[in-house]
């Protein structure tokens, strides 16, 4: 048995469909995951999206130490990181908003440490929040 083109198996004879990631995750990015484990026997798609899942409470920890010390380079970094990761695991609207934090920085030229601009600020309340929506479907999906 395979997968829909609308699915990804997790666990054998179990796939997630497009419902069940809703927006937070696009089944044709995790569908490349998928193929390394088509039959869900080895549990490879859930142990990546759990490492995704381990990785947030500590990034958002870092953001806000960045924001709070005045660090734009560590703002960047951190944008960065999820920027690639969220992309690579098909959290697209995390990854967008994440990206922004980048293009910001490449339009501002250089940066200096110091206050947070309200640009900034609001670019990274968005990552904020698109972090926790995906924090939410992955505690739905993997269980606490």
């Known amino acids: 048995m395979s997968p829909g083109p609308d699915s990804v198996f ?19 990015r995790l569908s490349v995951i998928g193929e390394l484990d088509p039959t869900g026997r ?5 142990e990546v999206l759990d490492l995704l899942k381990s990785s947030l ?4 920890t870092n953001l806000e130490r960045h924001r ?8 960047k970094f951190e944008a960065h990181k999820l920027h690639s990761a969220a992309a690579q695991l098909g959290a697209m609207r995390l ?3 994440a990206k922004a934090i980048s293009t910001y920085f490449e ?9 947070i601009d309200a640009q900034l ?3 990274i309340d968005a990552v904020t929040v698109e972090t926790v929506r995906v924090q939410r479907r992955l505690t739905r999906l993997l269980g606490a």
């Open 10 to 28: 997790h666990s054998p004879g179990s796939a997630w469909s497009q419902d069940d990631l809703g927006e937070e995750f696009d089944v044709a």
């Open 42 to 46: 080895q549990g490879v798609l859930k």
């Open 57 to 60: 409470d500590p990034l958002l």
């Open 68 to 75: 709070d010390a005045g660090n734009p380079a560590g703002i």
């Open 95 to 97: 990854s967008r908003s």
């Open 107 to 115: 339009s501002a030229g250089p940066t200096r440490p110091g206050p």
């Open 121 to 123: 600020g609001v670019l």
